[in-house]
């Protein structure tokens, strides 16, 4: 346990520079798609006055109130999300090749560790967890903090307060990362450490035989894509309940983890090299 902490703590500390910068950077985005939003919304009803003599009553009743989910759906917010997305799933590869690829010798210092060498796995795994769980955790206080800077860019009058989270997001990004219901959530999860784990697999995969064990990822990846698409072709889901599929997609996403987990056990204790 101390060597997968330590590894842990030591991946952590390698990236929080960069992933603090991340963080400004999402957090300063944001705030920016807030006031453009805002301020655009203050424009039309300002050009409305001048242009009709209407009161905001006129202009509310033709436009309605403004609510946060037109700043979520402005572009530049879901550039920020999308930037947080891609920047994790580049350095899910990032993570595993610095140490091997080059002069690095940190790959050859890991694997002389004393103990199992799948703490070296799990501190990486764990480290892109902590990364995920981060970002998710600031979009949430963000997502509080943007309405609250909402309301204070526009008048009372103008403006819906939506309590926002607990109901269903009407941005489809938003609604994937952040699901409204618990279900929801714990399917997408699930599905995507299954993902994450199998992806991490395919690492180790091409560190433990080159392109060999490139092909042989591929290979994995097609046998579970055909038989992911056999199931939906044959309509079987058909038959059975909603709530039976969740369950059966949770069921096949927990083995695809296990599976990989104990095929990335005997690569790394066995098979990987520097």
């Known amino acids: 346990m101390k060597k997968f902490t330590d590894l842990l703590l030591f991946e952590i500390n390698r990236i929080k520079k960069a992933y603090l910068m991340l963080i400004g950077l999402i957090v300063s985005l944001q705030i920016v798609a807030n006031i453009w939003a805002s301020n655009n919304f203050m424009r039309m009803y300002k050009n409305h006055v001048k242009e009709t003599r209407g ?5 509310l009743e033709n436009w309605g109130k403004f609510d946060f989910f037109q700043v979520q759906n402005h572009f530049i917010f879901e550039l920020s999300i999308m930037l947080g997305i891609f920047a ?53 206080v963000m997502l509080y903090l943007g309405e609250m800077l909402t309301g204070i860019l526009l008048p009372d009058e103008m403006f819906e307060t939506l309590r926002f989270l607990g109901q269903p997001a009407k941005n489809e990004v938003i609604s994937f990362i952040l699901p409204s219901r618990i279900l929801d959530f714990v399917l997408h999860y699930t599905v995507g450490i299954a993902i994450l784990v199998a992806v991490n697999l395919m690492i180790v995969l091409r560190l433990s035989f080159k392109w060999k064990g490139f092909a042989m990822g591929i290979a994995v990846i097609g046998i579970l894509l055909a038989l992911f698409i056999a199931v939906l072709l044959s309509g079987w889901l058909d038959y059975i309940f909603p709530i039976e599929q969740l369950a059966l997609t949770i069921l096949f996403s927990v083995l695809v983890t296990v599976g990989s987990l104990l095929a990335s056990h005997y690569l790394m204790n066995n098979k990987i090299s520097v």
């Open 55 to 59: 009161s905001m009553n006129d202009f």
């Open 88 to 140: 994790l799933v580049l350095y899910v590869f990032v993570i595993w090749y610095r140490d091997w690829i080059g002069k690095n010798n940190l790959s050859y210092r890991f694997l002389t560790l004393p103990g199992s060498r799948m703490n070296i796995f799990y501190a990486k795994l764990g480290c892109i967890l902590f990364l995920i769980g981060g970002l998710l955790a600031t979009q949430i």
